[in-house]
């Protein structure tokens, strides 16, 4: 049996949060190769998340950890991972967004996954896993390759019924093996709200181990960003377009720029002057950004 804490952040969304657990909990009653504690923290929600999950999940080895609103994504998700580390006894953990219902097929492509890396490599790796819109069946999120280290233009690996290789991944259903835990720790402090994620898989792939696509769709997630982000703020004071490129829930330009530092020092220039040409010219730099997603 393989042990697996499920590691969450929460802030609000109960619907969502209850329908994520009620996924993981009922499937977890259905197979019996694997075992699985969640760590949830609710980072200040104002919707009695943690007394409704309480009352509602009571029977289920469900960790509810409280936090006041200011760690975002990132913050929780190590606050998450610390404890069920603390508690021990994982095999590995997996990384879940809220708003991610998992399919029944997850947990048994994540052990013939950790077999195939165990058989090819020689060692436990990271498994990505893909989600798709519940609506129209289109790709959201998973792994990907960067086709360019100057644009960071990237390339998704779609499910194709083969393990696949890739570089870098989304968080909202991605497997971290204890054995890559043991060398690389876990998510970076310094993140605020997002961009962890890419970071730790970025990193992990730098240190040689793998980072495997699992073979099939193994969740379901809308896509909440927006494909062309900018056209409100171009509608935006100039105040106020400063005040978002700074935001953990804007551009988060302090995020932006540790990444380069850690995993691509030398765009490190070009985007922090990216970041304020952004601001002071929004046209501009709108068709600078089209122009390099296009190469």
Same mark, same amino acid.
């Given at each position: 049996?393989?042990?697996?804490?499920?590691?969450?952040?929460?802030?609000?969304?109960?619907?969502?949060?209850?329908?994520?657990?009620?996924?993981?909990?009922?499937?977890?009653?259905?197979?019996?190769?694997?075992?699985?504690?969640?760590?949830?923290?609710?980072?200040?929600?104002?919707?009695?998340?943690?007394?409704?999950?309480?009352?509602?999940?009571?029977? *289920? +080895?469900?960790?509810?950890?409280?936090?006041?609103?200011?760690?975002?994504?990132?913050?929780?998700?190590?606050?998450?991972?610390?404890?069920?580390?603390?508690? #021990?006894?994982?095999?590995?953990?997996?990384?879940?967004?809220?708003?991610?219902?998992?399919? +029944?097929?997850?947990?048994?492509?994540?052990?013939?996954?950790?077999?195939?890396? *165990?058989?090819?490599?020689?060692?436990?790796?990271?498994?990505? #896993?893909?989600?798709?819109?519940?609506?129209?069946?289109?790709?959201?999120?998973?792994?990907?390759?960067?086709?360019?280290?100057?644009? !960071?233009?990237?390339?998704? !690996?779609?499910?194709?019924?083969?393990?696949?290789?890739?570089?870098?991944?989304?968080?909202?259903?991605?497997?971290?093996?204890?054995?890559?835990?043991?060398?690389?720790?876990?998510?970076?402090?310094?993140?605020?709200?997002?961009?962890?994620?890419?970071?730790?898989?970025?990193?992990?792939?730098?240190? #040689?181990?793998?980072?495997?696509? !699992?073979?099939?769709?193994?969740?379901?997630?809308?896509?909440?960003?927006?494909?062309? #982000?900018?056209?409100?703020?171009?509608?935006?004071?100039?105040?106020?377009?400063?005040?978002? !490129?700074?935001? +953990?829930?804007?551009?988060?330009?302090?995020?932006?720029?540790?990444?380069?530092?850690?995993?691509?020092?030398?765009?490190? +220039?070009?985007?922090?002057?990216?970041?304020?040409?952004?601001?002071?010219?929004?046209?501009?730099?709108?068709?600078?950004?089209?122009?390099?997603?296009?190469?």
């Amino acid at each position: 049996m393989r042990h697996i804490a499920v590691i969450l952040t929460v802030h609000n969304r109960l619907d969502k949060t209850v329908a994520c657990l009620n996924a993981v909990f009922s499937q977890r009653e259905k197979y019996s190769f694997f075992n699985v504690d969640v760590f949830l923290t609710d980072d200040g929600s104002t919707d009695d998340t943690s007394k409704i999950l309480r009352n509602r999940f009571s029977a *289920k +080895p469900l960790h509810i950890l409280s936090a006041g609103g200011n760690l975002f994504w990132n913050g929780g998700m190590i606050l998450s991972w610390k404890t069920a580390i603390e508690h #021990g006894g994982y095999d590995g953990y997996l990384w879940l967004n809220n708003d991610t219902i998992v399919l +029944p097929n997850l947990w048994k492509e994540l052990q013939e996954a950790d077999q195939y890396s *165990k058989k090819q490599f020689g060692k436990s790796g990271i498994y990505v #896993g893909s989600t798709k819109d519940p609506s129209t069946g289109q790709f959201t999120y998973g792994g990907f390759d960067f086709t360019s280290k100057w644009t !960071l233009k990237d390339k998704f !690996l779609h499910p194709d019924g083969s393990f696949q290789l890739c570089q870098c991944a989304h968080g909202n259903v991605t497997y971290i093996s204890h054995e890559v835990v043991e060398k690389m720790g876990i998510l970076c402090e310094q993140y605020q709200h997002g961009g962890g994620d890419h970071d730790y898989t970025y990193l992990a792939y730098k240190a #040689g181990f793998p980072l495997i696509v !699992l073979k099939e769709y193994v969740g379901t997630c809308e896509n909440d960003h927006k494909q062309d #982000g900018y056209a409100d703020f171009l509608s935006m004071s100039l105040k106020q377009r400063i005040k978002y !490129l700074n935001s +953990p829930l804007g551009f988060n330009l302090h995020n932006t720029l540790l990444f380069q530092k850690r995993c691509f020092p030398h765009r490190y +220039p070009f985007v922090w002057i990216m970041g304020y040409l952004k601001v002071f010219f929004p046209k501009n730099y709108l068709k600078i950004y089209r122009l390099c997603r296009k190469q």
